[in-house]
């Protein structure tokens, strides 16, 4: 079975600066989807990014990047120009590609606050 | 453009209620839709995932019985707590999926408080 493990509870960055959180994994698949979702206090779950693991190239969405070490099972996610609206839980999950389910895998979750 | 609507966002009920929560994609037909729950400070833990038209397929230590889904149309899934217990309170949250591999989108959650 996937695990997904975020070792860090909680995590704090000042405005303006960059912040990274960190994410493994533990799989047997050799294609899959790795995810970031960033939950605010209005409990709406939003992705912030995500990365097919066939592709060696790390995803970018703006401000958010990831660095993807297949080998290491890694996927980290850096935060730059950090702004208040930020500050969240931010979840890294897992989904197998192909077959009939679909679901997602979560880590526990990194409480990010954003110091103005 | 993939919204999905969640309803209630909050309910409170005395024990031995049974609640109904729905969860409908908005502005694309969802083949396949999930079901979470999380307990406070907790991540997302799946209960069940159904596909429209068939029985949904259960976690497993999540009774079926007590968590009912329906998955009849394309744009509705609803999940039913019977005979709810304190126990049963919870943030129940739903996504929605066009089909199994593509992204889900998620609702908005749904606070739910037996007492």
């Known amino acids: 079975a996937q695990t997904v493990t975020q070792s860090q509870p909680e995590m704090s960055v000042q405005e303006a600066e960059t912040v990274t959180l960190s994410c493994t994994y533990d799989?047997?698949?050799?294609?899959?989807?790795l995810f970031w979702y960033k939950q605010p206090p209005s409990r709406q779950m939003i992705l912030v990014i995500r990365q097919e693991a066939y592709k060696q190239q790390n995803a970018t969405e703006n401000r958010f990047s990831v660095n993807f070490q297949k080998a290491a099972k890694s996927f980290s996610l850096k935060i730059s120009d950090s702004q208040l609206g930020d500050a969240a839980m931010y979840f890294c999950a897992y989904r197998s590609y192909g077959g009939s389910q679909g679901n997602l895998i979560f880590g526990k979750g990194t409480k990010l606050s954003v110091k103005p | 453009g993939a919204v999905v609507s969640q309803h209630p966002s909050r309910v409170i009920c005395k024990s031995g209620t049974s609640v109904k929560i729905e969860c409908r994609s908005l502005d694309f037909q969802a083949t396949t839709m999930f079901w979470y729950r999380q307990f406070p400070k907790q991540s997302l833990m799946l209960m069940a995932t159904s596909n429209e038209g068939s029985k949904a397929t259960y976690e497993q230590g999540v009774e079926k019985d007590k968590f009912l889904i329906n998955h009849a149309s394309l744009t509705l899934s609803t999940l039913t707590v019977t005979s709810a217990h304190p126990e049963d309170s919870s943030f129940y949250i739903c996504?929605?999926?066009?089909?199994?591999?593509?992204?889900?989108?998620f609702g908005d959650g749904t606070r739910l408080s037996i007492l």
């Open positions: 799989t047997s698949e050799s294609d899959y989807y």
């Open positions: 996504s929605a999926a066009s089909t199994a591999n593509q992204p889900q989108h």
